[in-house]
């Protein structure tokens, strides 16, 4: 697949998707940045806000098998891993795959199950594989997280451990939409009664997993040449050394910054990273593995300040 087919099939993608989501287009390019780089996605917003829908008419538009999991308190690991259950009639331990054992995996609310719980994704979301009983079980190559979490209510929620935010590509924050928006969103869905689906507004498969294959192959191929390495280093090397940070990003911050740079620019039909790849991305890829420092909480000051304030002051490859 070329750079100009990659360019196509995003455009596909963003059309069918822009059926049923109106707005939110910044939220979807990030989907088809992390799907073509094969990152997973956390999405953040209040309420009502279509998080759990747009992941839906995403995974609608992917000829990949699909599944979801509601978090809930009561939510085990092996609830989502699965299990090796014992058969009376066969006298054998018989393997029951859970839920993780698909391609692009909804984590609704995953916030509001325990640490524990929350657990039982860092290797599928690290490695694309599941240990049960000390057996491996390989994932998907096309493996991909989607979680939805509500930063408003305190109550019966575990914020996610650091560990878990890093496994991450993208944390977006997805906001209310403009007056104009929530007008046609209004005249839209107001005529329509029950739970949508993307069925309902004719959402159809554009990629084939072999396509996708073909296309993360592609975006490999993209060019990031050392200056532009340099770059994101000394940006993400400038997270750990201000002082607004009490602890910056990890290298693994870094490559997972190329890695979308890399697919950003496959989308936009070029075959090497620019500069502004980078600043494009930084903080989608930085706001959840930085945490602020006692006096900049104080101060009131936000990650996504701080960061933009990094990219300006980090000088960038001509």
Do not use: W
């Amino acid at each position: 697949m070329n750079l100009a087919e990659i360019n196509a099939l995003g455009d596909r993608i963003r059309a069918e998707m822009a059926k049923a989501i109106i707005g939110q287009d910044e939220i979807v390019d990030h989907l088809l940045i992390a799907l073509f780089s094969n990152g997973h996605v956390l999405l953040e917003g209040p309420p009502g806000t279509a998080k759990t829908f747009m992941a839906q008419c995403f995974a609608a538009c992917l000829s990949l098998d699909y599944g979801r999991i509601q978090f809930t308190p009561d939510l085990m690991p092996g609830d989502i891993v699965g299990s090796n259950l014992f058969n009376f009639q066969t006298s054998q331990f018989t393997l029951t795959r859970g839920p993780i054992f698909t391609d692009l995996l909804l984590a609704d609310e995953i916030n509001r199950t325990p640490p524990k719980t929350q657990a039982a994704l860092l290797e599928a979301m690290q490695e694309r594989s599941v240990t049960l009983d000390g057996t491996r079980h390989a994932l998907s190559s096309h493996f991909m997280v989607v979680a939805t979490q509500n930063p408003i209510e305190q109550q019966g929620v575990y914020p996610l451990p650091e560990a878990q935010l890093d496994r991450f590509l993208f944390k977006l924050l997805v906001g209310y939409p403009d007056a104009d928006e929530e007008a046609r969103i209004v005249a839209e869905y107001g005529k329509r009664s029950g739970a949508q689906r993307p069925a309902a507004f004719a959402i159809q498969p554009q990629v084939t997993p072999d396509e996708l294959s073909a296309a993360r192959a592609a975006v490999n191929e993209v060019k990031l040449v050392d200056e532009v390495v340099a770059y994101i280093v000394r940006l993400v090397r400038a997270t750990r050394e201000t002082a607004d940070f009490e602890s910056g990003a990890s290298p693994r911050a870094a490559i997972m910054l190329a890695n979308a740079a890399r697919a950003r620019a496959a989308l936009q039909g070029r075959d090497y990273v620019i500069p502004d790849d980078v600043k494009q991305l930084a903080a989608s890829v930085l706001r959840h593995r930085t945490l602020l420092s006692p006096a900049a909480e104080i101060e009131g000051r936000r990650v996504e300040t701080i960061v933009a304030d990094l990219v300006e002051r980090t000088e960038a490859p001509r």
